[in-house]
Nanobody, 123 residues
């Protein structure tokens, strides 16, 4: 089982960039497909991006495609989300999570979540 801690959030202005990190513990991190999700106030949690265990293949939601980049470093047991050209509508708590199947990650079907990291984008 993998435990996850998100970090790197903050308050930025529209157009700025942020890089989120997700640190994992556990010996099997490299087996997991990983994803980033976000939840804005009053809204349901939504899928943002996913990356295969190998790091070769990625997937993005339409709302962030071309602006966000997901990456991972299995040697550091970490996954990252580089967020560029941030918009006020990107304001949310961002979470990472992982599963052995990519479809599970994309569907966001997880029984538990970490604390997340707050991203606030001012206009």
């Amino acid at each position: 089982q993998v435990q996850l801690v998100e970090s790197g959030g903050g308050l930025v202005q529209a157009g700025d960039s942020l890089r989120l990190s997700c640190a994992a513990s556990g010996r099997t991190f490299s087996n997991y497909e990983m994803g980033w999700f976000r939840q804005a106030p009053g809204k349901e949690r939504e899928f943002v991006a996913a990356i295969r265990w190998s790091g070769i293949s990625t997937r993005y939601s339409d709302s962030v495609k071309g602006r966000f980049t997901i990456s991972r470093d299995n040697t550091k047991k970490s996954v990252y989300l580089q967020m560029n050209s941030l918009k006020p509508e990107d304001t949310a708590v961002y979470y990472c999570n992982g599963a052995l199947l990519l479809r599970t990650v994309v569907a966001g079907e997880f029984g538990s979540w970490g604390q997340g990291t707050q991203v606030t984008v001012s206009s």
